[in-house]
């Protein structure tokens, strides 16, 4: 005698397809909450879904419910906003700066220079660190004007004081 739950190649099961009804999903959805899968039921779960379409609405739906949910400082990777480069440079997170990258983060130095000077830097001007790239004291900054003259600082050490936007060195002796 063949056994009933045994899998049989081509067939269909009757219930293929067919949704189930509303308070029958509830019951199932109260029953698992709290309810840790396994890996090989997550395993299983992905095998059968994959291939699976999802029309256009459901994909939106799917982005709307996901937005924030493990951004910024609800994300368990979080450390405080603030990360050294591989370059030596520190980046903060200030999303709403007008000139942070794609993920929201900008130089720290020019933040420094910003905040002194009480205005945003524009996209041209260029902060030079007279010291290490991670000591971002404003005493140890100069803001120029522009590229070329940041790279004219580091050729020939020369600058013209009017081609400087601010001079953190001098502070040093104001204050």
């Given at each position: 005698m063949k056994n009933?739950?045994?899998?049989?190649?081509?067939?269909?099961?009757?219930?293929?397809?067919?949704?189930?009804?509303?308070n029958t999903r509830m019951k199932i959805s109260a029953s698992l909450k709290g309810h840790k899968l396994s890996k090989g039921t997550k395993r299983k779960i992905s095998i059968a879904h994959k291939g699976r379409k999802v029309s256009d609405e459901h994909r939106r739906n799917l982005s709307k419910s996901h937005i924030g949910i493990q951004a910024g400082a609800k994300h368990p990777l979080w450390k405080g906003g603030r990360y050294k480069s591989s370059?030596?440079?520190?980046?903060?997170?200030?999303?709403?700066?007008?000139?942070?990258?794609?993920?929201?983060?900008?130089?720290?130095?020019?933040?420094?220079v910003e905040k002194y000077l009480g205005r945003y830097l524009t996209p041209k001007e260029r902060v030079h660190h007279c010291k290490e790239k991670d000591d971002n004291r404003i005493e140890k900054l100069i803001a120029f004007e522009s590229q070329g003259y940041h790279n004219a600082f580091h050729r020939y050490g020369y600058y013209n004081p009017q081609h400087i936007v601010l001079d953190g060195r001098k502070l040093i002796h104001s204050i």
């Open positions: 009933s739950s045994s899998f049989t190649k081509g067939y269909i099961p009757w219930n293929k397809g067919k949704k189930m009804p509303r370059k030596g440079y520190i980046y903060v997170y200030q999303p709403k700066h007008p000139l942070a990258n794609h993920d929201g983060y900008v130089f720290e130095h020019r933040l420094v």
